[in-house]
């Protein structure tokens, strides 16, 4: 199978939204009146971003989600990607399953595949993802890391930590039980991008980044963009990890022999969430849990920003907490 | 170094055309109304696109350069790019010589970066490219490849097969006297996209697209798009390689113990041209010519559509010569 079949056979589709999508030099698209375009990619590699042997649904799957994480964090609605793939051989059975995976997630969220390259070279994939964000007299709603505020509420979505312990039961590093292991890979190997609770946040958060790197690390972004400082209370994102005992959402109680600094260390700074850490005012906090139910994605608040410079951990107690949570650093 | 500092001090660049560039989860675009964004991907992998030890200069300006070529393809004007980087290792200047490259085609086109990625792994650099196309009473004046019709002449930009010819000499196959390896060499490694051009054939050119696989192959995708066939004459197409003896072009003459037929095969399929081919009714003639004039680009007509389908090769004297040139294909 050449090329050109292989594209023909696994990645040509009508399209729906754009005006011109797979099989010419350039992809058309004519965004609406009234609306910006949000634009991001994301480069996932062969034994960095996941294992060699992984199942190929879902990388597909996690090759689109992880960019449809980006347009979630800016609350836009997406739209239509391009894939350039890098590819050692032609695997058909990979390729088909890699497709459908890749596919079943952009047909859930309306979002068209337009593009993109093929060559041979070691597995790689980038996706480029555009999204739709309204523009609200003359006001762009996208939500981006410079807008928070001294005295926002801190929030994160869904769960914490549950993705890095996956990875390091696959390391060999933890040893988890199959039931818990089968929760925690779902979060490492197909996570859901929070697409709908992005949306429903614009007009409401003041702040918003995904969660890829870890928690504090990305939040380090928000108070470098927005010039802010933080408190964060460790132990309520400790329990944002569903493995934890005492999270209400484990499956059972194990002793799983984990202390409660590495507990920490797996919500704070564990990556590959793909959640959405946001903030928005006090007087919002109605409008916060409106949208969490409108998006069926639970939310929970996790400290506050402050003026001054810094980031401050503090436990159950109110007690400070040291911050030696290193983010995740491709070159660190 | 780590991966923020990298994207800090290399390719943060303040934006004019965009609303936001490099810095957020997406970047944001407006296009203006009454345009069309055209959109494309091109992947570069080391060891197939390109030597792993070539200049990085030079690699920073093909990267884009054949991003720029699909654009210059659609008759699209070039607004904006992202970058997606997989690095080995974190070498500044490399770094700072494939950037310099890469920024200076940016600056020349007004093209400039508003994202991407970066991540550890095999070299691999992946750009998406954007450009506007004006819609002029709800028509798009993008140039597709659908559009040629029977009688259309057959043009193609500048020069052919000295990218291959170059390829050939340092893959030790051919031996090129060093002015003629400068000049081939110049054309695998620092292409010239044909964005001047492209933009010239709006309303002019029938169908159109970038010679990057090899002549032949590339208008093939023209005649299937088109439901049409074609007739080539070979021996014009030859006398456009710079390298051949006859072509005018060539800085001396040298007996270079190349044959007829492998000038015919640079010429035809050599691949990696970046040059572009195109159809227009013969009416059109004057109105090419001026396009070619106002963008400074030599064009030459080499043949014509036909509705009976089929690609027939012929020689200066009108003599059929066998087709048996292959296009390049990854996976072939």
Redesign the interface.
């Known amino acids: 199978?050449?090329?050109?079949d292989?594209i023909a056979r696994y990645f040509k589709r009508p399209v729906r939204q754009a005006?011109?999508g797979v099989?010419?030099?350039?992809?058309?698209?004519?965004?609406r009146?009234g609306?910006?375009?949000?634009?991001?990619?994301?480069?996932?590699?062969?034994?960095?971003?996941f294992f060699a042997d992984v199942n190929p649904r879902t990388l597909g799957h996690k090759s689109l989600a992880v960019n449809l994480s980006?347009?979630a964090?800016?609350g836009?609605r997406p739209l239509a990607f391009?894939?350039?793939?890098?590819?050692p051989e032609?695997n058909e059975p990979w390729l088909a399953a890699f497709a459908e995976g890749l596919l079943a997630l952009a047909d859930a969220h309306g979002c068209e595949l337009?593009?993109?390259?093929?060559?041979?070279?070691?597995l790689?994939i980038?996706i480029?993802v555009?999204?739709e964000?309204p523009?609200v007299n003359g006001r762009?709603q996208?939500l981006?890391?410079?807008g928070a505020q001294a005295g926002d509420d801190i929030y994160v979505s869904g769960t914490l930590g549950d993705a890095r312990l996956a990875l390091n039961t696959l390391l060999g590093q933890i040893d988890l039980p199959p039931e818990l292991l089968a929760t925690a890979r779902a979060r490492l190997e197909t996570p859901a991008p929070r697409v709908a609770l992005g949306q429903a946040l614009c007009g409401v958060a003041t702040a918003?980044?995904?969660v890829s790197d870890g928690l504090l690390g990305d939040l380090g972004h928000i108070l470098e963009?927005s010039g802010m400082g933080a408190c964060i209370e460790a132990d309520t994102a400790i329990k944002l990890v569903a493995s934890y005992p005492d999270s209400k959402r484990a499956t059972g109680q194990f002793d799983l022999k984990i202390s409660t600094e590495q507990w920490r260390s797996l919500a704070l700074a564990g990556g590959d969430d793909y959640e959405l850490l946001f903030t928005a005012p006090s007087a919002q906090r109605a409008a916060v849990a409106q949208a969490g139910q409108d998006s069926l994605t639970p939310v929970t608040r996790i400290g506050q920003i402050r003026a001054e410079c810094g980031l401050q951990l503090v436990d159950s107690q109110g007690q400070t907490l040291p911050n030696h949570y290193a983010s995740f650093?491709?070159?660190?």
Request: net charge negative; proline share 4%; with cysteine.
């Open positions: 199978m050449g090329e050109f292989l005006v011109l099989g010419d030099d350039c992809a058309l698209m004519q965004p009146p609306t910006q375009m949000a634009i991001s990619s994301d480069m996932l590699v062969s034994g960095r971003h980006d347009l964090a800016c836009a391009t894939l350039a793939l890098s590819l032609v337009i593009g993109g390259d093929t060559t041979a070279g070691p790689n980038c480029t555009f999204g964000v523009v762009s996208a981006l890391r410079s918003a980044i995904d963009c650093d491709h070159f660190a």
